[in-house]
């Protein structure tokens, strides 16, 4: 069925059509819609059989959601930003304790300072936690995957993130595809736990692990990971052959053929620089991109044979590894470790600036004429950092950096 809705009130719609037990709730920017979607859907008997808990913070909402999961419940929460970083203790649990559950994550820059905008800077700071990441592009695409997460999690009985960018997508309008109910749960078999606290037979869930097996468990936690890079391609294609659409999978090529540049990123940004991509290629460049939708495993094979026939590769990325540059340049350059291909770092849209089709054309066209540096950071304002490094050291009580910039960038003098 077709609809005109918000991205968050989609996700809450699809959510809901997974048939969750448990939803563990606590507000937070930009995710909030999410999970007041979910708990109208509860409260009109939409979504039947489903306790709505309310939780005192992100920390609980997780923890709840571990113990509803563990004592067979399909389970379902959603985050942002500090809140990620607040239930972190928990993050790492569930995915050791191989639990199933699904997450949304509303991506949001992380303070100090404070900011309420989009970047990845909260996901990435957990990619190593042992969770499935998946990116959505579009608002479509974050609907489809909270679906398919559910399936994932409950093969591997491994917790899965699904991230979508905060504002851009979690508050856009738009035409969407709501599934029916009945087509949902063709695709998603009722919920059959690997693990359960059963009174009949029971067992210790989260035990303490010594030297001697604590290298094996973890080590079991990375095969998981390798199993889902088959996984997800193949539910991709369940999920195509059910409702019809190619969402998720592990990458998707866009104008690759041919390309001597290929631009790389992860989620909404993917149409700005497919738009910036068909003015180029208009105009005799060759130029193309790839959207990574797994991020975590992430694809290092399919990401190698896709940017292979390229002589240069831009990462464009929204958070930042202060001291090292691009977290997923790191990730595509252990992908191209023989390639010998140049990958250059685009550091972009930190804490919701703007991303320009007129910036990304002139980093393009820089890449394309070799000139680009190996990491730049896009529309970064030169004076008032420059003025900002000669203030701090003029003065060994030099005050905090981030009121000085907003001065500076008001027009003040600073001192």
Not at 79 to 92: H, N
Not at 128 to 153: C, K, M, P, S, V
Not at 241 to 252: A, K, Y
Not at 283 to 299: A, W
Request: with cysteine; glycine share 10%.
């Amino acid at each position: 069925m077709l609809k005109q809705m918000e991205g968050s009130e989609a996700v809450a719609r699809a959510v809901a059509l997974c048939r969750p037990e448990v939803v563990c709730a606590y507000p937070i920017t930009p995710q909030t819609h999410i999970v007041e979607g979910v708990g109208a859907l509860v409260k009109d008997g939409t979504l039947d059989n489903c306790e709505f808990i309310n939780v005192e913070s992100e920390f609980a909402a997780l923890s709840v959601a571990i113990g509803a999961s563990a004592a067979g419940a399909r389970s379902y929460t959603a985050t942002a930003s500090q809140g990620l970083l607040f239930m972190g203790e928990a993050v790492y649990n569930a995915a050791g304790l191989g639990l199933p559950i699904v997450m949304t994550i509303g991506n949001r820059a992380i303070g100090a300072p404070i900011n309420i905008w989009n970047d990845h800077s909260d996901s990435m700071s957990m990619r190593d936690a042992g969770w499935i990441q998946l990116y959505a592009e579009t608002n479509q695409e974050a609907l489809d995957l909270h679906i398919q997460a559910f399936r994932l999690a409950e093969e591997l009985s491994c917790p899965v993130m699904v991230c979508m960018d905060g504002f851009i997508l979690t508050h856009a309008y738009e035409r969407l595809d709501i599934p029916d109910q009945d087509e949902v749960d063709a695709f998603l078999p009722a919920f059959d736990p690997v693990q359960i606290l059963d009174p009949d037979n029971p067992y210790s869930i989260g035990a303490m692990v010594g030297p001697d097996a604590f290298t094996e468990v973890r080590y079991l936690a990375n095969d998981t990971q390798l199993q889902a890079l088959r996984l997800i391609p193949e539910i991709g294609d369940v999920f195509k052959g059910v409702f019809g659409r190619d969402s998720g999978g592990l990458i998707h090529e866009y104008k690759t053929e041919g390309a001597e540049t290929i631009v790389v990123a992860l989620g909404s940004v993917n149409g700005t620089i497919k738009d910036v991509i068909d003015g180029m290629r208009g105009d005799g460049v060759g130029i193309g991109s790839v959207s990574i939708c797994s991020f975590r495993p992430f694809p290092l094979d399919e990401l190698r044979d896709a940017l292979s026939g390229a002589k240069r590769v831009v990462v464009i990325e929204k958070s930042l590894a202060p001291g090292l540059g691009g977290v997923v340049a790191s990730n595509v350059r252990t992908s191209l470790r023989d390639a010998g291909l140049a990958v250059y770092t685009v550091i972009a849209g930190l804490g919701g600036r703007a991303i320009t089709m007129a910036s990304l054309q002139e980093v393009f066209k820089a890449a394309d004429d070799d000139r680009l540096p190996d990491i730049q950071f896009l529309d970064l304002d030169h004076a008032a950092v420059e003025h900002e490094i000669i203030r701090a050291r003029r003065t060994r009580r030099s005050g905090p950096t981030a009121e000085h910039i907003l001065r500076q960038k008001a027009g003040g003098a600073g001192k």
